[in-house]
């Protein structure tokens, strides 16, 4: 069963690598979407893939890599896009 989240990362989650090791983790699961920071340093992401693995990689977004302090991880249901892997947008970078 295809399940499909955008979720928000509040915390220190930029500057510590939080998008590559997102999306590293993210395709060693096997889930598509996409990692992006967002102007108020938040990290937002699209995760969609079997329930299990989009449950680890929620599971994962709650702590993050070792330097991030995760302070909450709001999760929103959306529709599946098809994304084909899963990439790291760099459009909202400074």
């Known amino acids: 069963m295809l399940r499909a989240v955008e979720i928000r ?6 500057g510590v690598f939080f ?3 997102c999306a590293e983790y993210a395709r060693h699961l096997g ?7 967002e102007p108020d340093g938040s990290v937002r992401a699209h995760i969609e893939g079997g329930w299990t693995s989009v449950e680890e990689m929620l ?3 709650r702590r993050g890599p070792r330097r991030a302090e995760v302070t909450d991880v709001q ?5 599946a896009i ?3 892997g899963f990439v ?3 459009s909202t970078d400074h």
């Open 88 to 90: 790291v947008d760099r």
């Open 9 to 14: 990362v509040t915390g220190k989650v930029q």
């Open 82 to 84: 098809d994304a084909e």
């Open 19 to 21: 998008r590559a090791s």
């Open 75 to 79: 999760v929103t249901k959306v529709p």
């Open 59 to 61: 599971e994962w977004c």
């Open 31 to 37: 889930v598509r979407g996409w990692v992006r920071n």
